[in-house]
């Protein structure tokens, strides 16, 4: 394996003391993820230091490592839910101390003015939000480095409070995968009374199911995967339906209030618009490397149907789901690997054969040698 590093001459007496960080990085679309020696900035007023446990693997890290989407910038260090143990504060923190069990999710900043920003919408700030990973950093003049990694600074209000009865392991997804599914139901307040559509059981897809459950809507998921029909059940659809079977779907038009699509590959959405009601909602998570094929107009307007979309969450909105999720006992089913085994499990996740989100135990990361 392949040992690359971005800090191969001498550190500049100069600059500001570092931190020394451990990680694994892809140095190209097409390499495997190898170690890889980085530094942080040292906590500032603000900030916080944590020392990493658990980090989930999105498949937005498969998509931005395999430069799928505009703008990978190589080494990248994925990895957007983050599950640690605060070791060090700054002077000025004051919701956190040092033994907290924390998370940062996708979002370590944003512009904190914008109307959005005020309205705790940062995930839609104006201005440009800085994501965990593969972002400028300005801190650093360079980019973000994300979980796939022993340690992290990161702002305290970008910070968030994980509840200590849940497995911290199966909390990492709920940093992206979690609020990426609550938020648009909460949005659009699917509950009692609707019945309610999920395509696709992946990280995305499984949390979607059980978060509809959870609010109380009649639960249909949708795959192209029979085998995942019993888990899916058990996770909480009241029915499954496999998507690739017409005269299942043909059964199904017009019931639907609400349908989160969570597909991360593009697909023809018109099957999916037909099983809507008037008014109902189609609203599309995923982002696949190619655009999905327009929808044909008619199934559109003949039922004023909605198309559209959502992107993770807000960090109130973020708390409250942790908070929900510790009030209602609702975590995520995870496979916990050891970072050697990063590689196989990005070609699993691109296979769909994934139960249902892999976390990464970061203890099986060595510690870096300062
Ligand atoms: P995932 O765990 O890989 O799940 C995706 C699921 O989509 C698969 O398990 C599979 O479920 C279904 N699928 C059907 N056909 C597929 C195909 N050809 N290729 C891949 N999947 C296929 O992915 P995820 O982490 O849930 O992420 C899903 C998508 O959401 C990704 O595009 C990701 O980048 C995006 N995302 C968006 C946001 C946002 O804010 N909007 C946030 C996070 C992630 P079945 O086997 O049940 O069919
Ligand atoms: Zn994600
Ligand atoms: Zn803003």
């Known amino acids: 394996m392949t040992l ?23 140095r190209s679309a097409t390499s495997p ?60 923190v004051t919701g956190f101390m040092a033994g907290d069990l924390v998370g940062v999710g996708c979002l370590v900043d944003s512009c904190r003015t914008c109307a959005a920003c005020r309205e705790h919408l940062e995930q839609y700030c104006d201005s440009g939000f800085t994501l965990t990973y593969n972002s400028p950093d ?10 796939y990694s022993n340690r992290i600074v990161v702002d305290q209000r970008f910070v968030l409070r994980i509840p200590e009865q849940l497995d911290p392991a199966a909390c990492a997804p709920l940093l992206c995968a979690g609020i990426t599914t609550y938020s648009p139901l ?15 059981l992946g990280g995305l897809g499984h949390m979607g199911v059980k978060f509809a459950r ?8 949708f795959t192209t995967s029979p085998g995942k029909a019993a888990d899916a059940k058990r ?27 969570t597909v991360a590959a593009a697909h023809n959405l018109d099957p999916f618009i037909t099983l809507l009601k008037r008014d109902g909602i189609l609203c599309l998570l995923g982002v696949p490397e190619l655009p999905h094929p327009s929808p044909a107009v008619g199934g559109l307007i003949f039922r004023r149907r909605q198309l559209v979309g959502s992107l993770i969450g807000g960090l109130q909105e973020t708390q409250q789901m942790l908070d929900f999720c510790g009030k209602h006992d609702i975590v995520s089913d995870i496979e916990l690997i050891p970072i050697q085994q990063l590689n196989a499990a990005y070609e699993r ?19 870096p040698s300062r």
């Not at 300005?138 to 979980?147: I, K, Q, R």
């Not at 959870?214 to 998921?221: K, R």
């Not at 079977?245 to 349908?259: E, K, N």
């Open 214 to 221: 959870a609010f109380g809507a009649e639960v249909v998921l």
């Open 235 to 261: 996770l909480g659809a009241h029915e499954v339906v496999i998507s690739s079977d017409p005269a299942a779907m043909a059964a199904h038009a017009s019931r639907f209030d609400f349908i989160l699509n």
């Open 4 to 26: 690359i590093t971005n800090n191969q001459t001498p550190p500049d007496p100069a600059l500001p003391p570092r931190l020394a960080a451990l990680g694994y990085a892809a």
């Open 33 to 92: 993820l190898a170690p890889f020696h980085f530094e942080r900035r040292l906590p500032g007023p603000h900030d916080v230091q944590i020392e990493i446990q658990y980090c989930g693997i999105c498949h937005s890290d498969l998509h931005a490592v395999r430069g799928e989407w505009q703008g990978s910038v190589y080494p990248m260090v994925p990895g957007h839910e983050i599950i640690g143990r605060v070791t060090r504060v700054g002077p000025e």
């Open 186 to 200: 909460r949005h659009w307040e699917v509950g009692p009374g609707q019945r309610v559509g999920i395509v696709g």
């Open 349 to 367: 996740l691109l296979r769909g054969d994934v139960k249902y989100r892999f976390v990464i135990d970061m203890g099986s990361l060595a510690s």
């Open 138 to 147: 300005p801190h650093t003049g360079g980019v973000t480095y994300g979980g």
